[in-house]
């Protein structure tokens, strides 16, 4: 599942640079991603996956900062290793209880450039809102926690890549952290893509959220390491 784990990733970074404002997709044998020019020391958003089995691309070509791999180092680049990311996966086809946890309806929809700017709020960074508000509705099921005045607290991204669904930009507003909004919420983002027939989800693991995955069933099926210009 590391495959469809490195997959995802680069669809998720593909999405951003096809619709974003000034950003280009990238989208070749070796590399899947976008190149950022106005976010160009930016790691997660910069950047391409290198497919898992495939050699890397090699410098002085048109190719974003950042080069995520699970293989051999790509030429002419450098590692960040305190940024390496658990790639993660968890089998949907076991059957799960999670459709059982939306409690009183508390997880909704959200949009997606909202959902970016909870990220860019997170980060204290001003990037992943209109990256993601770029992206059509339909190209991503956006699922989200509000408090009572309606302003979103917790929210990530389902992107279905094939029969995989990749879990993206999963946040919580710094004031609403270890409530277990995060894992109510991925318990419903999961029990839909199960819902949806999807066989397998996956992610890339933040040190935040790492024990919050496995909790969720969630296992390390190998390490996404950084290469930057
Ligand atoms: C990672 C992140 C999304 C988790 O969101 P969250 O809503 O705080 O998640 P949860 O509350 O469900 O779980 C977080 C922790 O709180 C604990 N917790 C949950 N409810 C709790 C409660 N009532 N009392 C005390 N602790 C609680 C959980 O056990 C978990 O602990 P652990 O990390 O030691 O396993 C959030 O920290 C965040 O936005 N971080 C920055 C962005 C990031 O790293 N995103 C992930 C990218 S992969």
Redesign the pocket.
Known sequence: MLRQSVAGLGEALAALGRYGADATEVRRSDALGAVVPWADNHHWIDAAAVPVGTAAPPTGEHLPHCLWTSSGPPPGRREEPDVAMPAMALDLTVTGTEADRNEAGAVGTAELGEIGALNDL?YQQQALGPLLAAIPPGAGHGHGIRDHSGRLV?AAVALDVGSDTSVQW???HPD????????QLLQVLLAQARERGQRTAT????P??F??YQ?LGFRTVGTLRAYVT
């Open positions: 997170a917790s999963v946040v919580t609403h952290r270890r409530r277990g909004l995060s894992a992610l890339q693991s933040s935040a959220g024990s919050l909790r």
